[in-house]
Each structure stands twice: as structure tokens, then as C-alpha cells.
């Protein structure tokens, strides 16, 4: 009797034990693992050659077609999302100094409160491999070193953007370099190191990857001049899509320029020779992207070994777009293109859709408090935080702090547009805010331009942007549009996710554009100044920007200033175009420094690295860490971003 109870006894203890380890796992915290590539197109169909991203992303995810960058370009929009914050709000608005890079993100602070640290304190294990941001170098790698990872492989300057070369920084320890390899390859198998050390561990693990691909490459030419180039891909990918082009859309090089703010009325339409150059980036760009794809396949077989699967959000983004040749625009980023601004977002994980297709807006700066939503972190974000939560499953769906409904804006400031693997830039300043509302009943684009001028797309009914209805559209329209992008053009926090509670703090049933437009508000928006910049800058000053919330109603003034900007601005820039030569050579004693990490004899990456690559790290010499350069000095960023 006494064996029969003892025995009883253990079985209902073993019982309990495995029911006490099943609800523990069940509580577990989700991973999350957030695959960010650079200067991705989404418009341009490159996810349609990423076999992997298809098979286990687009066909057992979600794929959200109004996910928006606020800021084409590289440093800003990273940060932003980084932050959870427009760039207006970052203050970080170029690539470069003075107004971008990591120097300045750290003397405004920016790295003492942002996502990884908010992770960290939600229990979370974060990890990050990869290309931080512009400026993240051999001379500051460690000045300070990236708060808030427990483990961090940074890409570092002046070699991030050259494919045949991987320099590394490793949690602040002096930079190793890797010979004859191709970098996306050494990012991919410290990717598959990190997997296999974070999964061995308790906690739940961020690890976020950022491959360079597929920016352009950036070399130092014969004359010592700065210059980009075609993205360089892997030897074993370099005979794919011999014959794939641009897809030629209606508004790919068009006979008619029929988008003319600013420098767009300057461009002539591309000749054959600059198509079939297009066509070729396009190509390498697609075949760059192929060792990203690799690394998404390895990332899912990974988590199908260890059982993390079912337990493990997977993001997949870029920074920004890339536009070739619509609206006869060479190479590049940083304009209100659709294809710029769009960008993809695929997300897979517990309770999200499988090949589906979601409508919901949203922007990167609503990642950040996305993802912490996910951690369970909520009570770690500042009030400060622009974004919102996005709806991606049930739950997130009644978050307290939804993502905007269906508006957001974007931004831009500076002297002139930038073409890649070109040396040229385009006259007319390339500074202006776009405010975008999309829902079910429209699709609006609203931009105006620090030059006065106005566009208004209804890319609904014209996704091409063939046709700017600024002065035909009805004032209903344009007075709100213009009264929406006065809110957000300098919006914080709760005002960039709800706007329409600053323009109707006294009607909650005002919630859309739809709403608004009630025509028993037409007296109200007939109250509104008009939004105008005072003179075109490249950087952002909020007095500069006129109308502010506050200022913003025509009795609030009694003298509107004079607009300064005119003809002698277009003039100027003209002039100081043809006397300035735009090329900026690097010091002999500076590119021999570069060549402290030797370039490769021949084409790299013809099989992926395996599992022992790291005792092939080599330090580099210390002549490169004592020597401190300013590479953006010499235009090291100039003319790929």
C-alpha cells in the first residue's frame, strides 16, 4: 500500500512538473528577428527574385503594401527608426555632417534612449549584425560603442559599402577584417553564429541583420575622386537574369516630363545607352540581393532546428526605396517617389496571416513601438515616441497607441537631387514635404515644394503619377490636405498618430480625411494659412517652415512675409554649378590608408563561408585606427546617397 501511494505520488508530481514546463514555455516571450537590406526597391518587383523571401516570408506571412520610409535616405531613416521618430523630431536629416551621421546621433544623445535599450529592459537578448549607419567608423567604433546590444558585429567605414571587403567591429573591440571574402557572406554567417549562440540561451533573443546589399558600391577612382558604382555581386550569382529590365511602366523615361517641381522640368528624357545602363543596375542590384536571400534561408532552417519557429516574429524591410529611370530620373533615392518612399514589409510569425496581403499604413517609425508591444515592453517607451503600434495580430490590434489611421508625411532637405553612379546634380532644390493619405475610398499624394510649387497626385486613379491635379483639384481637397500637412510637417507624439484631434480638438467625430471633408467644415478650413517655406535649406529649422500650430489660423497674423524664394535662386545654383568642379580628391596618404585592407585579386563569394570563417580574422593595422579621417569630407558619401 505504502509503494502504491509513494508511486501515486510521483506520478502526480512528474505531472505536475511537465505541466508547469509546458505553461513556461507558453509564456515564453516571442523572439524576433528583423532582416533590414539598404536601398531596396519595393515598387521595382525585386522581392519576386528572392526565392527564399517567397517561400518563407511573402507565402506564410503577411505582406503590408502601405509601409512607408518618412525620409529616403540612408542615416535618417535609420535613426528614425531607431527612435520611433520623424526626422524633423531626430534632427538628423542628412547622411553626413553636419546634419547626419553617428557623430552627430551622438551628440544630440540620440543612442541613450532608443529600441535596443528599450528591449534590454523588456527582458529581451539583442544582438545586431551588420550596417548600423553612416560614419560608423575605424576611428569611433568604440567612442562611444552602440548602446543597448549584448552582442553587435558592425559593418565600419570607410569599407561598408565595398563588397569584396568585410571590416567588422565586434562589441567595440578593435575592427578585423576578412580577406578575399564577400562581405553579405560574412554577414550571413555571423548571422548563423548568432542564431545558434541566442537560441542556446533563456531569454528571447532580437537579433537584427542588416546586409549593405543592395546599395551601390563605392570606390576611389584613378583620379583619387570619390564615385559609386553598380552593386557587385557574389561570383556564384553573377551570371543570373541575364535578360530581366526595368519594368517599363507608364511613367519609366516617358516622352513627356509630366512631373516638373523643382529640378523633375530639368531632366531630358534618357537615351538608349542610359537605359541599358538602368537595365544593368537593375540586374546587379537583383543579383546582389541573392546572398540576402540566402541568409533569409538559412535564418528559417536555423529556427526549424531548434524549435524557436512557432515562437519567432521575422520582419523583413529596407531603409528606403530606389528609383531607375521613372520620371526620367537616373539612379538614386531621396525623392517623393512612390518608389523611394514604398518599401517592403513582410512580417511572419504567431498570429499573423499567412500569404497575405494587408492595407494597413504605416511608417518606420511605427516599428520601434511595434516591436516592443511584441516584448511585452509598453511601459519602456517615452511619451516622446511619434510611432504607433500596427495591428498585426488580435492583440496588437487593441493596443492603446494605434499606428495613424491613414496619414503620414514625408520629408526632405537639400540643395539639389544627387544621381548615383553619376556625377551629376540636378538644378532645383530637392526640399519639400508630402503629406500621403491612403484608405479604402482614396489614395492621395500632396507635396509642396520649398520653391513654392505643388503637386497633387490621386494615385488611386493614377498610381503612376502621370497627371498633377494641383490646379484643377476642388479647394475642399487641397484646404484640408494643406491644413493636415501643417500638423504634420512638425508633429510629436500623439499628434503625428492622431492629427485631426490638433485641427478638430473639439469634435472627436472628425477621424479621416472623409470625415473632414463635411462640408459644414468648409468655414474652417477656409481659416488655415497655406503651408510655404521662407527659403530653401538643407536642413530642417521649424521657423523656416510656416505655418506652426498655434500661428496657423490667417487672423493669427497681420503681415505675411514675402516668399524670398525666386528665379535668382535657380540662377545662382547655376552659376555656382558651372564655376565649381564637383569632384573632391581624396588625399594620397588617406587612400593608401584604405588600402591597409587589401582589395581581392579576383572575383569573391564563389560558395558561402562556413561555420569556422572566423579564424580567418585578421586585425587591421593600427596605422588605420591612429590615423583619424573625416571621409565625409572627401564626398565619401556624397553622390551614393
Given at each position: 500500500?505504502?509503494?502504491?501511494s ?16 509546458k ?21 521595382l ?6 526565392p ?36 524633423h ?46 560614419q ?46 564577400y562581405?553579405t ?11 545558434k ?19 551601390g ?23 543570373l ?11 519609366f ?42 541568409i ?8 526549424e532546428?531548434?524549435g ?13 526605396g ?25 512580417v ?14 504605416s ?37 492603446r ?5 491613414e ?5 526632405f532637405?537639400n540643395?539639389?537631387?544627387?544621381a ?5 546634380g ?10 500621403r ?74 477621424k ?35 505655418p ?25 545654383r547655376?552659376?555656382?554649378?558651372a ?15 584604405m ?47
Amino acid at each position: 500500500m505504502k509503494t502504491a501511494s509513494l508511486l501515486l505520488l510521483g506520478a502526480i508530481l512528474a505531472l505536475t512538473s511537465v505541466n508547469a514546463q509546458k505553461h513556461t514555455e507558453a509564456k515564453k516571450k516571442p523572439n524576433i528577428i528583423f532582416i533590414f537590406t539598404d536601398d531596396q526597391d519595393h515598387k521595382l518587383d525585386s522581392l519576386k527574385y528572392m526565392p527564399n523571401v517567397q517561400k518563407y516570408l511573402i507565402d506564410e506571412g503577411t505582406v503590408y503594401e502601405n509601409h512607408y520610409a518618412t525620409i529616403a535616405v540612408c542615416c535618417p531613416s535609420r535613426v528614425g527608426l531607431l527612435r520611433g521618430q520623424y526626422a524633423h523630431n531626430t534632427n538628423i536629416t542628412d547622411v553626413s555632417p553636419p546634419y547626419g551621421g553617428y557623430e552627430r546621433f551622438n551628440t544630440l544623445k540620440l543612442g541613450e534612449d532608443y529600441l535596443p535599450i528599450w528591449l534590454q529592459k523588456s527582458g529581451y537578448n539583442t544582438n545586431y549584425i551588420g550596417k548600423l549607419m553612416n560614419q560608423y567608423s575605424v576611428n569611433n567604433y568604440n567612442n562611444p560603442t552602440p548602446r543597448g546590444f549584448n552582442h553587435q558585429d558592425q559593418l565600419v567605414d570607410p569599407y561598408t559599402y565595398i563588397y569584396n571587403s568585410a571590416v567588422f567591429s565586434v562589441n567595440g573591440e578593435p575592427p578585423v577584417y576578412y580577406k578575399d571574402v564577400y562581405q553579405t557572406d560574412v554577414v550571413h554567417a555571423k548571422t548563423r553564429a548568432a542564431l545558434k549562440r541566442v537560441q542556446a540561451q533563456e531569454d528571447p533573443f532580437f537579433l537584427w541583420v542588416a546586409p549593405m546589399a543592395p546599395h551601390g558600391q563605392f570606390e576611389v577612382g584613378k583620379d583619387g575622386a570619390m564615385k559609386t558604382s553598380d552593386p557587385i555581386p557574389a561570383a556564384r550569382h553573377a551570371h543570373l537574369f541575364k535578360d530581366v529590365k526595368v519594368p517599363r511602366t507608364p511613367h519609366f523615361n516617358p516622352d513627356q516630363q509630366v512631373k516638373t517641381a523643382s529640378y523633375w522640368k530639368t531632366l531630358e528624357k534618357l537615351n538608349a545607352t542610359l537605359v541599358e545602363a538602368l537595365d544593368e543596375t537593375y540586374r546587379n542590384r537583383l543579383r546582389a540581393l541573392q546572398s540576402v536571400d540566402e541568409i533569409v534561408g538559412t535564418i528559417f532552417e536555423e529556427l526549424e532546428k531548434s524549435g524557436e519557429l512557432d515562437n519567432t516574429f521575422v520582419f523583413y524591410s529596407a531603409d528606403n526605396g530606389y528609383h531607375l529611370g521613372q520620371h526620367r530620373a537616373y539612379p538614386g533615392k531621396c525623392t517623393n517617389l512612390e518608389e523611394d518612399i514604398n518599401v517592403p514589409l513582410i512580417v511572419r510569425g504567431p498570429g499573423i496571416g499567412k500569404g497575405k496581403v494587408s492595407q494597413v499604413v504605416s511608417a518606420h517609425h511605427d516599428l520601434a513601438p511595434t516591436f516592443v508591444a511584441i516584448a511585452g515592453g509598453d511601459e519602456h517607451i517615452p511619451s516622446w515616441v511619434d510611432g504607433g503600434v500596427m495591428p498585426l495580430t488580435k492583440e496588437l490590434a487593441r493596443h492603446r497607441k494605434p499606428v495613424s489611421k491613414e496619414s503620414f508625411s514625408v520629408e526632405f532637405w537639400n540643395s539639389r537631387l544627387f544621381a548615383e553612379n553619376y556625377n551629376i546634380g540636378f538644378e532645383g532644390p530637392n526640399t519639400y514635404k508630402t503629406l500621403r493619405v491612403i484608405s479604402e475610398d482614396y489614395n492621395y499624394m500632396y507635396s509642396v515644394w520649398c520653391t513654392g510649387e505643388h503637386e497633387f497626385y490621386d494615385l488611386k486613379n493614377d498610381p503612376y503619377e502621370m497627371k498633377n491635379l494641383y490646379t484643377d483639384v476642388h479647394s475642399q481637397i487641397v484646404n484640408r490636405l494643406d491644413a493636415l500637412l501643417v500638423v504634420l510637417k512638425s508633429c510629436r507624439a500623439e499628434t503625428c498618430r492622431d492629427p485631426w484631434r490638433i485641427l478638430h480638438p473639439n469634435d472627436k467625430n472628425v477621424k479621416t480625411l472623409k470625415d473632414a471633408l463635411h462640408k459644414k467644415y468648409d468655414a474652417h478650413y477656409s481659416q488655415f494659412r497655406k503651408i510655404q517655406f521662407e527659403e530653401c535649406l538643407d536642413f530642417y529649422a521649424a521657423t523656416n517652415e510656416s505655418p506652426v500650430i498655434g500661428q496657423h489660423f490667417v487672423s493669427n497674423i497681420t503681415e505675411i512675409p514675402p516668399r524670398r524664394i525666386t528665379q535668382q535662386y535657380f540662377q545662382r545654383r547655376i552659376s555656382d554649378s558651372a564655376n565649381t568642379d564637383s569632384k573632391v580628391i581624396i588625399p594620397k596618404e588617406y587612400h593608401e590608408l584604405m588600402k591597409l585592407v587589401p582589395e581581392p585579386e579576383q572575383a569573391v563569394g564563389q560558395t558561402i563561408l562556413d561555420e569556422n570563417f572566423e579564424k580567418d580574422a585578421i586585425p587591421v593595422d593600427v596605422k588605420l585606427l591612429e590615423n583619424p579621417v573625416n571621409w565625409a569630407e572627401y564626398n565619401f558619401y556624397g553622390f551614393g546617397n
